[in-house]
C-alpha cells in the first residue's frame, strides 16, 4: 500500500472516530458506516484488509492495551462464564454456524462451511465493551465481555486451522484438532508465563522512561512472535504477559506509567478506528467474484446465516448461564442468580469484527492439486454480512436495549465511597510515615514546609469526600469542581506570564519549555485527582 492511501485511512478514521464522540452512535458503528458509503466513492484506493498485517501486526497491541487495561482479579472471580463463552461457546458456534451454513447454500462442502463457522464464530468485544461503558451496563458484564474478547480469537483462529486442514485435504481428524488446540492453548499460556517475570523484570531495570515505554511498545510483539515461532497461540501469549504487567503496573516509576497511559491510549485509538473503517471499505473487494450468485441469493444466504449467528449465541448463553448454578450447590451459594436480563444482554452484544475478516482473507485460493476453495468468494461474503450485519443492527439497538431493560448501571456514590474510604486509610498511613521521618534529624525541614506536605495530604484526603457533598447553588459545581476550576484559571494566568517573558527575551526557550513542564505537571494533578 502506498503511503498516501495508508495517511488518509488513518487520518480518516480518527476524523470520523473523533466526530462520533459528540454523537450518541458508538465510534465502531459510525467508522464502518462512513467505510460503507466511502467505498462507493469514485476514485477511492482500495484498501485490502490483509491478514499478514492484521494479525501479526494490529491483533497483538489490541489485545495488550485491552489485557493490561483489565483486572486480573475480577476476571479471575468471574473465570467460569469467561471460559465457557470465549472457549464453549466459540466450538459450538463454529459446529452450529458451519452445519447451518451447508444445509443453506447448495453445494457448500461440509469443510468449507465449517471453516466458515469457525471465521465468524469469535465476538468482537471492542464495540460491545465501548457500548458498555458508555451507557454503564453492570461490571460483572463488562468484566464477561472483555474476558472472552481476550480469549475468543485463540480459539477460534486455532478451530479454523483444523477446519481448514480438513478442508484443504491434509487429513484433519478430531482427534488430531483436539490435540493441536490443546497444544496451541496450552502452549501459549506458557510461553505467556515464561515471559512475563523477565519482561517484567527487564521494565523495571531499564531505569528511564523512554526506555521502558519503548519496551512496552514491543511485548505483545515478542510475546506474539515467539509463541507463533513454537506453533502456540500468540493471542493467549500476549493476554497472559499483559495481565500479569497491567497487575504489576504499580511497581514501575511515576513517569513511565504516566507515559504508557497516554501512548496506549493513542496507540488503541489509531489502531481501532483504522479497522473498523476497513471493515466499511471492503465491500467492493468482497463483492467481486460473486457472479454466480447474482440475483440476491447470495444476499438471502448473508441474511439467514446472520440470523443464525445471533440465535447459536442465544442457544449456548442461557444454558451456560443457568445449569452450572442447577448442578452445583456451591455456586448457588456464591452467586446471585443473575436474572434473564443480564443473560440477554450478553447475548445480544456478540458483534464481530476485524478478526473475523481477517481470518477470511486468509484462506487460500487453492487447495491441494491446484484446484479453487470451494465457494472462498461467497465465504468472504457472508463473512462480511455477518460482520455488518451484527456490528450494525446489535450494535445499534444494545444501547436502547439497556435501557429498556433498566438493568442496573454502576452506583457511581457507591464506588466514590469506597475510593474515598481507601484514600482515607492511605493518608493515615503516608502521615504516621511522615511522622516517623520527621523525627530522623536527616530530614528536618521547617515548620511551614513539614505543614505543606501535611496539606497536601489532607487535601487528597478531602478532594474524594467532598464530590460527595453538597454543590455550589449558583454553579452547580461541587467544592472540588470549583477548586479544580480556580487552579486551572491560576496555572492559565502564570502560563500566559511565562510565554510573555519568552516573547520579551526575558528568558529563552529552554527555561520556557521547563517552566510549563513543570504547571503542566501541576495542572494534571489537580486534574486526575478528581477524575
Keep these: 500500500m502506498d503511503v498516501l492511501p495508508l495517511l488518509l485511512l488513518v ?36 484498501y485490502t484488509l490483509d ?63 465449517l471453516v466458515l463457522g469457525a471465521v465468524v464464530a469469535p465476538p468482537d468485544a471492542v464495540a460491545a465493551t465501548a ?7 453492570p461490571s460483572r458484564i463488562t468484566t464477561i465481555l472483555q474476558g472472552e474478547s481476550l480469549v475468543n480469537d485463540a480459539t477460534a483462529i486455532t478451530a479454523y486451522k483444523v477446519a481448514l486442514a480438513a478442508a484443504i485435504g491434509e487429513g ?22 515464561v515471559l512475563m517475570v523477565p519482561l517484567h523484570w527487564l521494565r523495571m531495570h531499564l531505569g528511564e522512561a523512554l526506555l521502558q515505554n519503548t519496551l512496552s511498545l514491543l511485548i505483545p510483539f515478542v510475546a506474539y512472535g515467539v509463541a507463533e515461532q513454537v506453533h502456540a497461540s500468540g493471542v493467549l501469549a500476549v493476554v497472559v504477559v499483559a495481565l500479569y504487567l497491567g497487575h504489576r503496573s504499580w511497581e514501575v516509576d511515576f513517569a513511565t506509567r504516566l507515559q504508557e497511559e497516554a501512548v496506549w491510549k493513542m496507540v488503541a485509538f489509531v489502531l481501532e478506528s483504522a479497522v473498523f473503517a476497513l471493515i466499511g471499505l ?29 440465535a447459536t449465541r442465544f442457544i449456548w448463553v442461557y444454558p451456560a448461564t443457568f445449569v452450572p448454578r442447577l ?14 436480563k443480564g443473560p440477554f444482554v450478553i447475548a445480544w452484544a456478540g458483534m464481530r469484527g476485524v478478526v473475523s475478516l481477517a481470518i477470511a ?14 465457494e472462498r468468494n461467497l465465504i468472504l461474503f457472508l463473512t462480511f454480512t455477518t460482520v455488518i450485519g451484527t456490528l450494525v443492527v446489535q450494535g445499534l439497538t444494545l444501547p436502547p436495549l439497556i435501557r429498556l431493560l433498566k438493568l442496573p ?34 530530614n528536618t525541614l521547617p515548620e511551614p514546609l513539614a505543614d505543606r506536605l501535611r496539606s497536601v495530604l489532607e487535601r487528597r484526603r478531602n478532594s474524594v469526600w467532598e464530590r460527595l457533598g453538597a454543590v455550589n447553588p449558583v454553579t452547580g459545581e461541587t467544592h472540588d469542581d470549583t477548586y479544580r476550576r480556580l487552579s486551572r484559571e491560576m496555572i492559565g494566568a502564570e502560563r500566559e506570564v511565562f510565554v510573555k517573558l519568552r516573547d520579551l527575551r526575558y528568558i529563552d526557550d529552554e527555561m520556557l519549555r521547563t517552566l510549563l513542564r513543570r504547571l503542566d505537571l501541576e495542572e494534571a494533578a489537580a486534574f486526575r485527582e478528581t477524575e
Excluded: C
Excluded at 295 to 307: D, K, Q
Excluded at 327 to 340: C, D, K, M, V, Y
Design 361 to 374: 482473507f486468509s484462506i487460500p485460493l487453492t487447495v491441494h492439486g491446484g484446484e479453487r476453495f470451494p
Design 282 to 310: 471492503q465491500l467492493q473487494l468482497v463483492l467481486k467474484g460473486l457472479g454466480a450468485y447474482e440475483g440476491g441469493r447470495a444476499a438471502w444466504y448473508g441474511v439467514l446465516l446472520f440470523l443464525v449467528v445471533v
Design 131 to 137: 457500548v458498555a461503558r458508555r451507557v454503564g451496563l
Design 172 to 193: 484433519a481428524t478430531w482427534a488430531g484438532g483436539l490435540k493441536e488446540f490443546l497444544l496451541a492453548a496450552v502452549g501459549g499460556v506458557v510461553v505467556g508465563l
Design 327 to 340: 448442578l452445583s450447590a456451591r455456586i448457588r451459594g456464591r452467586e446471585e442468580n443473575p436474572g434473564w
Design 51 to 113: 491478514p499478514d498485517v492484521v494479525l501479526p501486526l494490529v491483533l497483538p497491541p489490541l489485545l495488550y492495551t485491552a489485557a493490561a487495561d483489565s483486572s486480573y482479579l475480577d476476571l479471575r472471580a468471574q473465570m467460569r462464564p469467561v471460559a465457557l463463552l470465549s472457549v464453549g461457546y466459540v466450538l459450538f458456534a463454529t459446529v452450529v454456524v458451519g452445519w447451518a451454513a451447508y444445509l443453506i447454500v447448495p453445494g457448500l462442502p461440509l469443510t468449507a462451511a
Design 409 to 442: 448501571g454502576r452506583d457511581s456514590q457507591a464506588e466514590t465511597l469506597a475510593e474515598a474510604n481507601a484514600q482515607a486509610q492511605a493518608s493515615r498511613s503516608a502521615e504516621q510515615r511522615l511522622d516517623g521521618l520527621l523525627t530522623d534529624e536527616r
Design 11 to 46: 487520518a480518516g478514521s480518527a476524523m470520523v472516530a473523533g466526530a462520533a464522540r459528540r454523537t450518541p452512535v458508538p465510534a465502531p458503528l459510525l467508522l464502518v458506516t462512513v467505510g460503507l458509503v466511502i467505498s462507493y466513492v469514485p476514485g477511492v484506493p482500495e
